[in-house]
């Protein structure tokens, strides 16, 4: 509903004269009020016990038959002024979109560019919640151009919340910010032994996902639980152990301080699991709301924090079955130190130009179609109703 | 006043006659067969002359042949008193619904005709007619009487006749009834539709004796089909009471209901040796009146 209530206000003159048209069906119910025809019969004995169940009958029939007739106005009115929005605020050119943020760090030449391709009446500049505003934007009004959107690299100045667009925007993206917010770095050493490589994998395939999309540049070093040597890990902040208990409680005092470690339990033969994703690609909302909790058991274990899984990771309701397993990894990996600020500065990835977009217009979809479905619906079932009334077989 | 004869009906039963099923005692020159032996056209029995009878009636013909006085007699044909009494109660001015935007008769209308052709045919076979409009408002009364006259004055009293409100209690009326109850027919045109026992009561009291009581029950085509659809507000003519229902949802009740009380309405009459007839005041008058004719000369043989 977006679409048709996105300037559709009481201060609207043409809103208002819709809700006059609701008196219409309020004032036929009230002068319906004594319903039926009157018919004088000779003697009402015959018909008295059939009597009061159906005057509740009626009752409902009438009030039914005025919800129907409100609908039918109210669905009019939004359908007509869905229309006239289309008529008079039809963005036929290419426009532009701008985001504070860019706006402050543009230079006078690129500010001049983008009036010179766009011009003044057709640049927009969006206001906080960014991302919201652009998408109410794209969904009542049509546009029939390009739609260009200039901004920083950085997710955080969306909003709260960047879901995924739906549609084929151009993105202006600044470089500026990922300077100015180093990459958070991270050295992991995975020990795995043979037969728990698969599990592995799907670790190593979230970490990278989420170093994509979180400015997380990931050192990764694979090692056997073998020949595991403590003294190998200098350097490295996280040890995700996937190998036997007794071999790493043996090295553990052998570790460097400060070291963490993440232990998941073996899983069961045979287990599988479905693959690591992300949903949303290429957008994905980067608040840490996933509560990490419930996954973990903290231990000290010879001076170094051991954070051991509940559950293993494979298996049919592993948490590697969760589509947003890389975002809790990655909570779980940078918990402490690092807050909803190092997330937003993560870069805003946009589809890459060989990414088919479905050829869709703004707004992608028009409740027009459906509200005149549905207003044929209401009227026939009024009509039908009506027609019920007091009338006589002919 | 003449309009209360339909020519297309006269010409149906004109030449029907009127006949009660009792035997009438009248004195004058009738169509109803008369117990009392007499002077006459047809010949009934010889019976020996006695002390008293007129010398004029002896069979002087079969004195020459048996030389014996013998009085010749005959079945008289005789006249009885026939009254029509109307229920002038508000249900009888019920109708059904107009058709193509022509209004149709009320119950009262179909009555007066029936009242009017009927009445016609009773004076037409010389018996004395009388005819007695009951409401709680008015009562209508034109006593007893014969000729082309007294039948005027019944059409001009049905011409006059509205519909009051309910139908008179029997103690109201008890006087006017001691005129009804004689040897004679009694011919009472009503819906039947009655508030206590009312109209049961007067029935029971009018069929005794040698009156004979003709019951013509008046229903309509939308009594009987209840064609109506959607809310409907029913209003009793009478007491204005009403009750608001679903039409089609109430039509099944409604004719159980109509069925109930038609069944029992039979039954009550039959207990009185009361005849019914009901007549559609929607169907045509002359071939309903054609067939309640017919109907009684059939059971009179």
Known sequence: MVALFGDFSLMNAGALAALATLAIPILIHLFNRSPGQRVVVGSIKLIRHAKSRRVTEIRLMHYLLLFLRLLIFTLLALILAGLSMQATSNLDKDQAYVTPAWAELASDEEKQSLNDRFGAENTHTLQAPIWAQLIEQLTSVKHSGEVHVYATNASGAFGPQMGSAQWPLVWHLRPETEAAVPAIKLAITMVATRERQPEADQLIKALTLMGEHRNIETTLRTLGADGFDAGSTQDTDWIIWLGPKAVLESQLGALPPGTNVLLAPKAEAGSSSPAATLPGYPFSAYSPINPVQPFLQNTVLGGNLVHTLNAPLLGQNAIIAKPDFPEILTEILLSDELGEARFSNSPVLVPQSGDNWPNVSYPQAPLEGWLIVLLVIAWVFERWLSERGPRRNG | ?301
Do not use: C
């Open chain 2, 1 to 301: 006043m003449e309009t209360f004869i339909d020519p297309k009906t006269l010409a149906r039963v004109k030449d029907m006659p009127l006949i009660a099923k009792t035997v009438a005692d009248g004195f004058l020159h009738g169509l109803h067969q008369s117990r009392q032996r007499g002077v006459g056209i047809e010949f009934s029995q010889y019976r020996p002359y006695g002390d008293g009878d007129d010398l004029s009636r002896i069979d002087w013909k079969l004195f020459a042949r048996s030389d014996r006085y013998f009085v010749r007699e005959a079945e008289r044909e005789s006249e009885i008193a026939i009254w029509f009494l109307l229920d002038a109660s508000g249900s009888m001015a019920v109708s059904s619904e107009p058709q193509a935007g022509n209004t149709r008769w009320s119950k009262l209308d179909y009555a007066a005709h029936l009242i009017a052709t009927l009445s016609y045919l009773a004076y037409g076979q010389g018996d004395r007619i009388g005819f007695m409009a009951l409401s709680s408002n008015r009562q209508h009364i034109v006593p007893l009487g014969s000729g082309d006259q007294h039948w005027s004055a019944i059409l001009l009293e049905l011409a006059r006749v509205k519909a009051g409100a309910y139908f008179p209690k029997k103690e109201m009326i008890d006087a006017m009834l001691k005129s009804l109850q004689q040897p004679g027919m009694v011919v009472m045109v009503s819906d039947f539709f009655e508030h206590g026992t009312e109209l049961l009561d007067l029935t029971k009291s009018l069929a005794v004796g040698k009156t004979e009581l003709v019951a013509i029950q008046l229903t309509s085509a939308d009594e009987e089909t209840f064609p109506y659809k959607g809310a409907v507000r029913f209003e009793d003519a009478e007491t204005g009471e009403q009750v608001l229902v679903s039409a089609r949802n109430a039509r099944d009740t409604y004719l159980e209901a109509k069925t109930a009380f038609q069944r029992n309405l039979e039954d009550q009459l039959l207990r009185q040796s009361v005849d019914l007839t009901t007549l559609n005041i929607d169907e045509p008058l002359d071939q309903a009146l054609y067939d309640f004719l017919k109907n009684r000369a059939k059971v009179t043989g």
